[in-house]
């Protein structure tokens, strides 16, 4: 990306002893953290010191801060409930709810397996396990609405998910995600303790819980947001996390690429300032006919 000259036309960059660079068209701190953002990561609801050592080993995480930038690699969408009989060949990926009809386990040895059978008004998919077979048994209830989200297969012309991720429905009215589920990098280590990548993206769901709008300020001048279309700071960081659609994703991702950007290059004309403002240069007492050459 190439930021064009004209939107360091009207900046007059001041140079303080704090590390804070200031863009005097509006006064804003590009590394000025709130308050809130800069408290250690243990005080988060559902972190406490155990997890919090392991955040902080494992992935680098120490405070607020740290967890609102450590930005998924993915997202799923589950927006939308799919039909079971308008699944087919082309349906990569699908979250389809219906009534658990009954489950049963079969096969011996390497073959063995977990099948369950969830029926919708339009058919029934079968979700089969071959691992964690016995603790995924304890959970299921028949009759009860679940959301079962997987990659779709076919086996004899019926579709089937392996290994889905299985939600109770306890409120049809909230079983559908306003916003695309994002995926977190995480390890083995946090796995076993329970912070898988869902897991990590419910603390960043508390943290924005706790996170106004005003504590994460703005550090783009206004002028440079309004002419660019660019949307807010915190619109980025919130939709980069849960973005309500692809289309904010994108907005969020041009957001934040252009924030880098631009802060890297107001750095670099702030080191030329001072190189400018230090150093006389050199003075050549002759010079010579080669020189333009």
């Given at each position: 990306?190439?930021?064009?000259?004209?939107?360091?036309s009207?900046?007059?960059?001041?140079?303080?002893?704090?590390?804070?660079?200031?863009?005097?068209?509006?006064?804003?701190?590009?590394?000025?953290?709130?308050?809130?953002?800069?408290?250690?990561?243990?005080?988060?609801?559902?972190?406490?010191?155990?997890?919090?050592?392991?955040?902080?080993?494992?992935?680098?995480?120490?405070?607020?801060?740290?967890?609102?930038?450590?930005?998924?690699?993915?997202?799923?969408?589950?927006?939308?409930?799919?039909?079971?009989?308008?699944?087919?060949?082309?349906?990569?990926?699908?979250q389809?709810?219906?009534?658990?009809?009954?489950?049963?386990?079969?096969?011996?040895?390497?073959?063995?397996?977990?099948l369950?059978?969830?029926?919708?008004?339009?058919?029934?998919?079968?979700?089969?396990?071959?691992?964690?077979?016995?603790?995924?048994?304890?959970?299921?209830?028949?009759?009860?609405?679940?959301?079962?989200?997987?990659?779709?297969?076919?086996?004899?012309?019926?579709?089937?998910?392996?290994?889905?991720?299985l939600?109770?429905?306890?409120?049809?009215?909230?079983?559908?995600?306003?916003?695309?589920?994002?995926?977190?990098?995480?390890?083995?280590?946090?796995?076993?303790?329970?912070?898988?990548?869902?897991?990590?993206?419910?603390?960043?769901?508390?943290?924005?819980?706790?996170?106004?709008?005003?504590?994460?300020?703005?550090?783009?001048?206004?002028?440079?947001?309004?002419?660019?279309k660019?949307?807010?700071?915190?619109?980025?960081?919130?939709?980069?996390?849960?973005?309500?659609?692809?289309?904010?994703?994108?907005?969020?991702?041009?957001?934040?690429k252009?924030?880098?950007?631009?802060?890297?290059?107001?750095?670099?004309?702030?080191?030329?300032?001072?190189?400018?403002?230090?150093?006389?240069?050199?003075i050549?007492?002759?010079?010579?006919?080669?020189?333009?050459?």
């Open positions: 990306m190439i930021i064009n000259s004209f939107l360091f009207h900046l007059h960059i001041r140079i303080f002893p704090s590390p804070c660079i200031y863009i005097c068209s509006n006064k804003l701190p590009i590394t000025n953290l709130a308050s809130i953002l800069s408290q250690p990561i243990e005080y988060l609801k559902g972190v406490g010191p155990l997890r919090a050592d392991l955040l902080k080993k494992e992935l680098s995480i120490f405070t607020y801060s740290d967890l609102l930038y450590l930005f998924p690699y993915r997202h799923i969408d589950k927006t939308s409930i799919t039909k079971i009989e308008d699944l087919n060949s082309a349906t990569e990926f699908a389809v709810q219906g009534k658990l009809w009954y489950f049963e386990t079969t096969g011996g040895g390497s073959a063995r397996r977990l369950a059978y969830l029926k919708d008004d339009t058919g029934v998919i079968e979700l089969t396990w071959f691992k964690g077979m016995n603790w995924v048994e304890k959970t299921l209830k028949e009759g009860e609405t679940y959301n079962a989200f997987g990659k779709i297969s076919f086996f004899m012309d019926k579709p089937q998910i392996v290994h889905p991720e939600e109770i429905v306890k409120d049809p009215k909230a079983a559908v995600k306003s916003y695309l589920e994002p995926v977190y990098t995480t390890t083995e280590k946090l796995k076993a303790k329970g912070l898988g990548g869902r897991q990590i993206g419910k603390l960043t769901a508390a943290l924005f819980s706790i996170l106004p709008e005003r504590e994460v300020e703005e550090n783009l001048p206004h002028y440079i947001v309004e002419r660019l660019l949307i807010s700071r915190y619109q980025a960081l919130l939709n980069i996390h849960f973005p309500s659609s692809a289309a904010m994703y994108d907005q969020a991702v041009r957001r934040l252009f924030e880098e950007l631009f802060i890297a290059q107001v750095r670099l004309a702030i080191v030329r300032i001072e190189r400018h403002r230090k150093s006389k240069g050199f050549f007492q002759k010079v010579g006919e080669h020189f333009n050459t």
